[in-house]
């Protein structure tokens, strides 16, 4: 079955500093890769929309040069946290649409889990 | 506006049946999902509806009904591991594949 990682897993990072999140389909090839955030108890909050070759596109109220989004591959979509800030901690996860959609829908990476110090 | 509502939070014995709602007003409608997801992990694909009526897929089926706005997802011979917290996701207006996620139902079993 299709296969999405993310890496790292899990990063603890000091205010102020940037962090990279990488979200990469294993065994498919993701034209379109989606970047969620998960604050506890809550459900899950589409941030972007990730399209290889060209822009993302950013939800309302979601700063786009506070997440930046590049989709370099039809296979790599990384997520970098400018300037983190402890609101910022919370679980991103990452999921995507294979080009031939299966009827499961989109596939989702294992997430990562940021905290800002 | 979009808006899809689940009950918070439910509670069920081991063994038992239960049935977690859920209703959607959203501008397109495509399809919708269900995903598990345990603590702390990545959600899981548990079922998809396009199409009125039910799928089954074994201990597992969800409903649909377009007219209503409404879904289910029944969960039969409950088990321990089934405490997690379902998400009911539906499929926007065709051609951007955005999901619109509902808030999501944490089920917790009891022995």
């Known amino acids: 079955g299709a296969v999405v990682s993310q890496h790292p897993s899990w990063v603890i990072c000091k205010s102020g500093t940037s962090v990279k999140i990488e979200c990469r389909s294993l065994?498919?090839?993701?034209?379109?890769m989606f970047w969620y955030r998960q604050f506890p108890k809550q459900s899950l909050m589409l941030m972007a929309t990730s399209n290889e070759g060209s822009k993302a596109t950013y939800e309302q109220g979601v700063e786009k040069d506070k997440f930046l989004i590049n989709h370099a591959s039809l296979t790599l979509s990384t997520l970098t946290v400018t300037s983190a800030h402890p609101e910022d901690s919370s679980f991103y996860i990452c999921?995507?649409?294979?080009?031939?959609?299966?009827?499961?829908?989109?596939?989702f990476g294992p997430g990562t889990r940021l905290t800002v110090t | 506006g979009q808006n899809i509502d689940q009950p918070t939070e439910m509670t069920a014995t081991e063994g038992a049946i239960v049935q977690i709602n859920c209703t959607y007003q959203?501008?397109?409608?495509?399809?919708l999902f269900w995903y598990q997801q345990h603590a702390g992990e990545a959600p899981t694909f548990l079922s998809y509806n396009v199409l009125d009526g039910l799928e089954e897929k074994g201990r597992f089926s969800s409903f649909l009904s377009r007219s209503k706005g409404y879904s289910y997802l029944l969960l039969k011979e409950l088990q321990m591991k089934d405490s997690a917290s379902y998400l009911c996701?539906?499929?926007?207006?065709?051609?951007?594949?955005?999901?619109?996620f509902g808030t999501g139902t944490r089920l917790k079993v009891l022995a």
């Open positions: 999921s995507a649409r294979q080009v031939t959609e299966a009827l499961r829908g989109q596939y």
């Open positions: 996701a539906v499929k926007g207006t065709s051609g951007t594949y955005k999901y619109i």
């Open positions: 065994d498919f090839q993701a034209t379109t």
């Open positions: 959203t501008s397109g409608f495509n399809g």
